[in-house]
């Protein structure tokens, strides 16, 4: 006996509504409303509707490869009429990172995991030193390493160091930081 491939209520909620079939116009509102709600490279945005086309298609019983120049249009629709630009999305995730205290490393490493293209994540995710050291200090203060840490900062110095360098700071910044005053802004 085959299972059913309904979705079953969980205790004291009531059963999710089907997922839709999918259609060109469906996958078109599926993207705006994404689109409306969270800024995205075009990457992401087709790993979304891949999920929902993959949802509807288990559930349905269709097969997901039908759909693929279906959502080929969608994506190039939205990156044609401006709604996802990945360059601008890169600028602006990099900015955003590195105002939270977070190294070029990991801030590339973030837009590639985003499905940014690797000439843009260079791009996004180059900074100065005086960027890479004012990002180190806010993470330090924000983990409370080195100068304001609360315990003994010559016997911590070295896990100090390492979870700069985990964090991804080269090791002369993570140095500066540390053995410095903390003051400095």
Do not use: N
């Amino acid at each position: 006996m085959a299972a059913d491939p309904s979705p079953t209520p969980r205790a004291g909620r009531p059963a999710r509504k089907p997922p839709r079939r999918i259609s060109a116009d469906y996958l078109q509102r599926a993207a705006m409303h994404y689109l409306e709600r969270y800024s995205a490279p075009a990457a992401q945005l087709r790993r979304v509707l891949q999920r929902k086309v993959a949802t509807s298609c288990r559930y349905h019983g269709d097969e997901p490869g039908r759909f693929a120049e279906m959502l080929d249009e969608v994506v190039a629709r939205c990156v044609s009429s401006g709604l996802v630009d990945d360059r601008r999305f890169a600028e602006a995730r990099a900015a955003s990172l590195r105002r939270k205290g977070r190294s070029s490393h990991a801030i590339a490493a973030r837009l590639s995991a985003k499905g940014v293209d690797r000439g843009l994540v260079d791009e996004a995710s180059q900074a100065t030193a005086e960027q890479e050291l004012a990002a180190a200090r806010l993470a330090a203060r924000r983990k409370r390493l080195g100068p304001w840490s609360r315990g003994d900062r010559a016997a911590d110095r070295q896990k100090h160091l390492a979870a700069l360098a985990r964090a991804g700071f080269p090791m002369q910044i993570a140095r500066a930081v540390i053995d410095g005053a903390g003051d400095e802004d």
